[in-house]
């Protein structure tokens, strides 16, 4: 069976009965951490210093400047936390690091609900990608001055010192595996509350971790809780040093839709189009008005996605679809490509132009025609939009060794999903959408197909290529089949949308649990 989760009625028992001793980690980190400094300084200089944000990053990441605290919109929402009586004096910031555009999406269901209860927010983030999405997923929260974004601080402790004095949050939540000891350490000594949410823990980054015992025991030791995804990561986080007592299991936050926010540089357009490949009208949105002729034109036709991409998986996908080309029921099965990262999109234009297809940019505006063979969106925000569109989605840093992007967000559009063997960052996701034939993976024993003609397509093959391109024909030649499986996959990620409820109430018992202790 998949991986299996604390179920709904599972009570949340208290974590701790005295904030925690501070863990030091040992010598040889932090002066490795302190000689690293200058070279990572430069390295940041080497990516980012013709960025117009150049110097603003540099300010946040080494602690010179940093923008305002997050206020309360109202007085009322600001409360005591062990007594749940409005105090207009209490301070609730919860500081949230996310360290990419995966993170980020993943969290921003919970952040949406800690500040429907009266929490502020300070969001951090590592890469420029995930710095991106945060800006422009809650670009109204940061206008509103209810939400702070910022690069993360290194993990040196005088930097970190200075940012948890500007910021003084009540807790630190850190997203699925990306933990920094001098950070813990600081906000032990703090008597801050550290959460790891969503936490996932490979047998890679196992390994890996292992490989720096005394630092990962130090981690582990000074982590208020880990709220873990399924069993296997919670076995692994004991077998680096943490307690049983800290550890929870509530299942994965990718199962939870996060609802895209529109913003005024990107007015939402709302048009009535009808979907002649599922034959009933639909109302669709886009973040962007010219995005109504597309739909127009690309749905008389089959479409499927390639969906953030890395290097290599355009290539694969472009392969597949000339041979879909060749099949005359499918001569007019129109691919529409979306790169991971932004800075990719010249280099995916490029190679489709040398394969030989037809191609039409998103970027400029060019509209889809009956020669169109393939669609890139290189565009940011849109990544929704283009799954609702799609009759199938392959989803990408899975046919490399990234781990997998999310299959939750084709799923949850009733979109029939396509995924690689490298989905380590998702695996028990995966297993969930293939035990109800709502997601198609080679070799993945959880797999149950809807229909046997789903079987039947993929008997007697044998590669991981070949198995994938039998499904996605099957999915875009029988769409009946393609339909039941995305009605499927809609199915299960509303059932279990219960997730973000069972974290949400373990985060908070936490936070009520460390202010009753300092109180």
């Given at each position: 069976m998949p991986s299996s989760h604390m179920s709904p009625s599972d009570p949340v028992s208290p974590v701790l009965s005295t904030v925690q001793a501070t863990h030091q980690p040992p010598f040889y980190y932090r002066l490795v951490i302190s000689l690293l400094k200058p070279l990572y300084r430069i390295q940041v200089w080497r990516r980012s210093h013709k960025n117009d944000n150049y110097q603003q990053e540099v300010?946040?990441?080494?602690?010179?400047?940093?923008?305002?605290?997050?206020?309360?919109?109202?007085?009322?929402?600001?409360?005591?936390?062990?007594?749940?009586?409005?105090?207009?004096?209490?301070?609730?910031?919860?500081?949230?690091?996310?360290?990419?555009?995966?993170?980020t999406n993943t969290?921003?269901?919970?952040?949406?609900?800690?500040?429907?209860?009266?929490y502020q927010i300070w969001l951090t983030n590592t890469t420029?990608?995930?710095?991106?999405?945060?800006?422009?997923?809650?670009?109204?929260?940061?206008?509103?001055?209810?939400?702070?974004?910022?690069?993360?601080?290194?993990?040196?402790?005088?930097?970190?010192?200075?940012?948890?004095?500007h910021v003084e949050p009540i807790a630190a939540l850190f997203v699925e595996t990306e933990l920094w000891a001098n950070i813990l350490s600081k906000l032990s000594e703090h008597k801050i509350p550290s959460i790891l949410v969503n936490g996932r823990l490979s047998a890679s980054s196992f390994k890996r971790y292992q490989k720096i015992e005394a630092v990962s025991t130090s981690m582990m030791e000074n982590l208020t809780l880990i709220i873990a995804q399924d069993d296997e990561s919670a076995k692994r986080f004991r077998q680096l040093?943490?307690?049983?007592?800290q550890i929870r299991v509530a299942g994965s936050l990718k199962w939870?839709?996060?609802?895209?926010?529109?913003?005024?540089?990107?007015?939402q357009a709302t048009v009535e189009i009808e979907d002649k490949t599922k034959n009933k009208a639909l109302k669709k949105e886009s973040n962007v008005t010219s995005a109504a002729n597309t739909e127009r034109d690309a749905l008389a036709r089959p479409i499927w996605v390639a969906a953030s991409t890395?290097?290599?998986?355009?290539?694969?996908?472009?392969?597949?679809?000339?041979?879909?080309?060749?099949?005359?029921?499918?001569?007019?099965?129109?691919?529409?490509?979306?790169?991971?990262?932004?800075?990719?999109?010249?280099?995916?234009?490029?190679?489709?132009?040398?394969?030989?297809?037809?191609?039409?940019?998103?970027?400029?505006?060019?509209?889809?025609?009956?020669?169109?063979?393939?669609?890139?969106?290189?565009?940011?925000?849109?990544?929704?939009?283009w799954y609702k569109l799609a009759d199938v989605a392959l989803v990408g840093g899975s046919l490399v060794d990234i781990g997998g992007h999310n299959p939750v967000e084709p799923a949850s559009v009733g979109t029939p999903v396509l995924i690689g063997r490298y989905t380590q960052s998702c695996q028990s996701v995966v297993d969930k959408?293939?035990?109800?034939?709502?997601?198609?993976?080679?070799?993945?024993?959880?797999?149950?197909?809807?229909?046997?003609?789903?079987q039947e397509a993929l008997d007697n093959q044998t590669t991981d290529?070949?198995?994938?391109?039998?499904?996605?024909?099957?999915?875009l030649s029988e769409t009946e089949l393609a339909l039941t499986a995305g009605k499927a996959g809609k199915t299960m990620t509303l059932e279990q949308q219960s997730v973000l409820t069972r974290q949400l109430s373990m985060i908070e018992e936490v936070i009520k649990e460390y202010s009753a202790i300092k109180a």
């Open positions: 300010a946040q990441r080494f602690g010179k400047h940093y923008p305002p605290p997050p206020v309360s919109q109202n007085a009322a929402h600001q409360f005591d936390l062990v007594n749940g009586q409005n105090k207009s004096n209490q301070q609730t910031v919860i500081w949230c690091h996310a360290v990419s555009l995966g993170e969290i921003a269901p919970l952040l949406d609900a800690l500040l429907a209860k009266g420029q990608t995930g710095f991106a999405r945060g800006a422009s997923r809650f670009a109204n929260d940061i206008a509103s001055g209810r939400l702070s974004h910022s690069y993360v601080p290194v993990d040196t402790p005088a930097v970190v010192e200075t940012f948890l004095a040093g943490a307690q049983s007592a939870v839709i996060n609802t895209p926010q529109i913003t005024a540089k990107n007015p890395h290097s290599g998986e355009e290539a694969a996908a472009l392969t597949l679809h000339t041979r879909l080309l060749a099949e005359s029921a499918l001569h007019k099965v129109l691919l529409i490509i979306v790169p991971r990262h932004p800075e990719r999109f010249d280099e995916v234009a490029t190679l489709i132009k040398a394969s030989g297809l037809t191609m039409a940019r998103r970027s400029l505006d060019e509209q889809i025609t009956d020669q169109t063979q393939v669609y890139l969106a290189d565009s940011m925000g849109e990544l929704m939009h959408l293939a035990s109800a034939g709502a997601l198609y993976q080679p070799y993945n024993p959880y797999y149950q197909a809807i229909h046997k003609q789903d290529d070949t198995l994938i391109y039998e499904q996605l024909k099957l999915w």
